[in-house]
């Protein structure tokens, strides 16, 4: 299991502070990020923010509903830089709430575990996942996919169907005992197998 780490975030009007503290490490001081910087999360997968050396980047992941903040701390005595790597993963949605309610606000949370609990996967496909897997270089391709782009830690079950595209799947999110995102797992370049590729449509 992965070691969790308490984050201690800390809500004002133009900016938000945080600090780490785990069983090995605590952060050397407050991260703070500015409102507008974490408002652009709303629509860009990614941003960068930085505070004195450090910097962190934020990753959103609209369809796990999570926030992932890879911190680089650095510091510097003047003669040499020094400092270490953390990352954390948070409810985007309860982040959110807190950015929009009325000042200050404290929240102190457990970063999630995405080793923990893992949604899942439930094959309802026959042949389209039959004519995947007997290809090896579509196989490959399916396993990685499924792999990086289903690690939704609050989802229950996705159910794979197939789709009227070959080697392509139609997938159904089940949260919190009801119906969640829906869309297409589409296998697209397959003029050149080799250099074909999934993404996901919503």
Known sequence: MKERTLVYITFRDDCIGLRTVSRSKKSPHRFYISRHKLEELEHKSEVIANDIHSFAILRRD?????????????????????????AITLPYGK????????????WKALSI?????????????????????????????????????????????IEIYDDFMPYSF??????NGEVGISGGLILHGQEDMETAYYSMHT
């Open 62 to 86: 609209a369809y796990a509903g999570t926030v992932e903040i890879a911190f680089t701390w650095l510091g510097s005595d003047g003669n040499r830089i020094s400092g270490y790597q953390d």
């Open 95 to 106: 982040m959110m709430e807190c950015l929009y309610e009325s000042k200050p606000v404290v």
């Open 113 to 157: 575990d995405n080793s923990v609990k893992q949604a899942k996967i439930v094959f309802k496909s026959k042949k389209n996942l039959h004519a995947a897997l007997g290809n090896s270089a579509i196989r490959r391709k399916l396993i990685r996919f499924l792999r990086d782009q289903f690690k939704w830690v609050y989802s229950e079950k």
């Open 170 to 175: 139609f997938f159904r999110e089940t949260r």
